[in-house]
């Protein structure tokens, strides 16, 4: 078993949406320079370190994971020179930065791309994709049935009569990971980017890469558009990728002995089971990989309890520490998705997800907390067609599972749009529109109000970082009534969950160290709450 002092095995690591924290240019778009004046923010907060979203050159078909230069900048987000700023500011706050990288696909204005599209069949350029003839009398069909994830076939035509893959959108052609031209070219951008300072990488659509090397036709081919995953067998979860990390891993443990420092591998791994997720984090792949089984629990103690077990068991046997999170840039917040069906202004989606934080922090391993979060950002249900930005919708018509309601800047102050969010002159609108109600969820007023979700979660962090008994380690249950979890932590630390609506019995008879809401009344669990206590059990 690895040591405490690997600094990612407990760390809490805060998802930067780069476009939505801080526009600092006054054009409506957050950028690096607003990431690096936020800094103090964060490091008040008490996180560990940042992920940036994509920020590299892109048209933002797909808000950055469209990636046309690898090794750069958009103009939209600053330039390199400031990127090494923000890198260096962070180090001076105790603040690793970790970097989103796009490995399964690029854009297709990648210069690559445009190369193989001018090139004929079968020619070296064209190797690095998936090229293919289509099938019919004419070649107008696709070549197989697979559908992409965003809607639609997985395949479009090139001007000479060939199809090549998509497994996201048309503008996101999929790499061709048996091409040796492939890892070589991001083994060169990795060692770019490590030479500039990162702590490392997270790394998107991990199970993806390998196609099954025949293409051939899948017994579900809209498996993928259809749930938003990674369902499709025979586009994701090949065994080959597994060497693509042990070799991504020896480059990071090649800079950590160069200069002691560790770099992060932390894989965005969706696949069917706990136990097949326990096999990227082996000791020589993947550092982490989010553990997603939490997120997307139903509100309900037996679910919860379930996905903690299974991850402990499979996981964190590996020797890994099991990645939590509760929201990401492509989920509907916890606020809103605990509280439906519930009325709104009931306040019951706010109070579950306050009581499923402190139970995620409580829990043995890392954290990640997407911006927002520590606000009790509610998910935005009500943007207008005419603004959403979402591939899935362009290609779809569908409002189903867009991800723009949750991707809108983030309120820092005043009481109207754009509060604080962007530098601009009067009039500049941010790049998605903030309701009215964002002001009630300002930082400003967040860190004037103790019991704000954000003084919730720093707090929370603060005693992370104070009581040995939290970060790394196991779990032991509790038996507890129906609808409440509870377990131990190390030496005493105690978490309890009630996932009902009426007060229960505490497992700890004092008052808590920590609560998500009011416990008026020693010994007793209100709904909707969780609680920490420090006990000799």
Request: charged share 25%.
């Amino acid at each position: 078993m690895l040591s405490k002092h690997h600094w990612w095995r407990d760390a809490v690591i805060y998802q930067v949406y780069v476009r939505s924290f801080l526009d600092s240019t006054g054009d409506g778009i957050g950028d690096l320079a607003g990431v690096r004046a936020g800094l103090p923010y964060l490091k008040k907060l008490g996180v560990d370190g940042i992920w940036l979203s994509p920020f590299y050159p892109s048209p933002q078909h797909d808000h950055g994971y469209d990636v046309a230069d690898y090794c750069g900048v958009d103009p939209l987000f600053g330039d390199l020179a400031e990127f090494d700023l923000l890198v260096s500011a962070a180090r001076r706050f105790g603040v690793k930065v970790l970097l989103d990288i796009v490995p399964n696909h690029c854009s297709s204005e990648h210069s690559w791309f445009r190369e193989a599209l001018a090139a004929e069949p079968g020619s070296p350029a064209r190797a690095r994709f998936h090229f293919a003839d289509g099938r019919g009398p004419d070649g107008s069909e696709p070549p197989n049935n697979w559908h992409a994830m965003f809607g639609g076939p997985a395949w479009s035509r090139a001007g000479d009569g060939q199809w090549y893959l998509h497994m996201f959108t048309p503008e996101q052609p999929d790499w061709n990971w048996r091409n040796p031209e492939i890892p070589a070219e991001f083994d060169r951008v990795l060692r770019f980017w490590l030479d500039r300072g990162v702590d490392g990488f997270r790394i998107d659509v991990a199970a993806g890469l390998f196609k099954h090397p025949e293409l051939p036709d899948s017994d579900d081919p809209e498996a993928d558009a259809r749930t938003r995953d990674s369902v499709n067998p025979l586009a994701w979860n090949q065994p080959e990728v597994h060497d693509v990390w042990r070799h991504w891993r020896s480059i990071c443990e090649e800079y950590r002995e160069r200069d002691g420092r560790e770099r992060l591998l932390v894989g965005e791994v969706s696949v069917p089971t706990a136990r097949e997720h326990a096999q990227y984090v082996r000791p020589d792949e993947l550092h982490q990989a989010f553990f997603f089984d939490l997120l997307s629990a139903p509100w309900d103690a037996d679910a919860f309890r379930k996905v903690v077990s299974e991850a402990m068991q499979d996981i964190a046997g590996t020797g890994s520490t099991v990645t939590w999170v509760l929201n990401n840039h492509d989920q509907v917040r916890t606020v809103t998705r605990y509280g439906e069906p519930v009325p709104e202004g009931s306040g019951l989606g706010a109070a579950r997800a306050r009581a499923a934080a402190l139970l995620m922090l409580a829990l043995p391993g890392a954290a990640y907390i997407y911006q927002g979060e520590e606000l009790g950002l509610p998910e935005v249900v009500d943007l207008p067609d005419d603004v959403l930005t979402d591939p899935i919708f362009r290609r779809t018509g569908s409002r189903a599972r867009v991800r723009d309601g949750c991707r809108v800047p983030l309120p820092w102050s005043g009481q109207a749009s754009p509060f604080g969010f962007t530098s601009g002159a009067e009039g500049v609108r941010p790049w998605l529109p903030q309701p009215e109600y964002f002001a009630e969820y300002a930082t400003e007023r967040a860190l004037a109000d103790t019991r704000s979700f954000w003084h919730l979660y720093r707090d929370g962090l603060q005693l992370r970082r104070e009581l040995p008994q939290l970060g790394e380690g196991d779990l032991r249950w509790l038996d507890t009534p129906p609808g409440v979890l509870a377990f131990v932590r190390g030496d005493g630390l105690v978490c309890a969950v009630n996932f009902g609506t009426a007060p229960t019995p505490a497992p700890v008879s004092g008052a808590p160290l920590l609560a998500s809401g009011p416990c008026p009344a020693a010994g007793v669990l209100p709904g909707s709450t969780a609680a920490w206590w420090i006990a000799d059990l």
